[in-house]
């Protein structure tokens, strides 16, 4: 767990001192997002990983949309995925979420930085 955090830190450090914080403009279109094996496992990380940190119970579907820039040696996707509440009664319906998701190029390592 340790060196997972510090590296989570460490990247948020970097966004501190670069001061490129979520920038806007410059995403690119992904056509087909649910082909990309790249896409799809950074959107199922995001849903694992809010689960972990949020204690819920969402059950990934599908992505429903995803945009991505590269920037500083990272990949960065913002997506809508569509997910269940496995808390939430059974019948009830998919949402969207939106998510917000690194990938360090250089060790493929995936780090969430929103969820809601
Ligand atoms: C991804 O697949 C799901 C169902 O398979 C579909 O509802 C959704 O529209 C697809 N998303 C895109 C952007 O193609
Ligand atoms: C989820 O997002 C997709 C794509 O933007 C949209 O077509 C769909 O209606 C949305 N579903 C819900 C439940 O809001």
Redesign the pocket.
């Known amino acids: 767990m340790a060196p997972k955090s510090s590296l989570t830190l460490f990247v948020f450090l970097i966004l501190a001192i670069t001061g490129k914080s979520l920038p806007h403009g410059d995403w690119r279109p992904i056509e087909?997002?649910?082909n990309s094996y790249e896409v799809v496992r950074a959107a199922q990380f995001a849903v694992a990983e809010h689960n972990r940190v949020a204690q819920t119970q969402l059950v990934f579907k599908?992505?429903?949309?995803a945009v991505w820039q590269p920037i500083d040696g990272t990949h960065r996707f913002q997506f809508v995925i569509?997910a269940m509440d496995g808390a939430a009664a059974a019948a009830a319906p998919p949402k969207n979420y939106t998510a917000i998701v690194w990938e360090i190029v250089e060790d493929l390592s995936l780090h969430l930085i929103s969820f809601h």
Do not use: K, L
């Open positions: 087909n997002p649910n599908t992505v429903e949309e569509s």
